[in-house]
Nanobody
């Protein structure tokens, strides 16, 4: 069983930055091909933020975060990072890391098999 653990959430002022990490362990890690980030507002469904394919590093970003959020990966550490800059109060949400065994960086939560527990990001105005 693959385990994903997010870290790096917290409180930041509008215009500030945060970096989230998603560390994978357990299971057959070699089978993981894509890691994605989703966020969820209270009472809403999870929405796509960004995704990166493990091999080749192809990235995909949702329109609201393009130019502000950046994905990167550390293959040795099996960790994906989401650098979030120019944060606004609209970015306040619980952020989830997810992984799937196919290489296409899907934007659909239903396509991801493994999920982390989530980390809260709060942006004050």
């Amino acid at each position: 069983q693959v385990h994903l653990v997010e870290s790096g959430g917290g409180l930041v002022q509008a215009g500030g930055s945060l970096s989230l990490s998603c560390a994978a362990s357990g299971g057959t890690l070699l089978n993981l091909q894509t890691v994605g980030w989703f966020r969820q507002y209270p009472g809403k469904e999870r929405e796509f933020v960004a995704a990166i394919s493990w091999n080749g590093g192809t990235t995909r970003y949702a329109d609201p975060v393009k130019g502000r959020f950046t994905l990167s990966r550390d293959e040795d550490q099996k960790t994906v990072y989401l650098q979030m800059d120019s944060l606004t109060p609209e970015d306040k949400a619980v952020y989830y890391c997810a992984a799937r065994r196919w290489s296409f960086p899907s934007g659909s939560a239903n396509d991801y098999e493994y999920w982390g527990q989530g980390t809260q990001v709060t942006v004050s105005s």
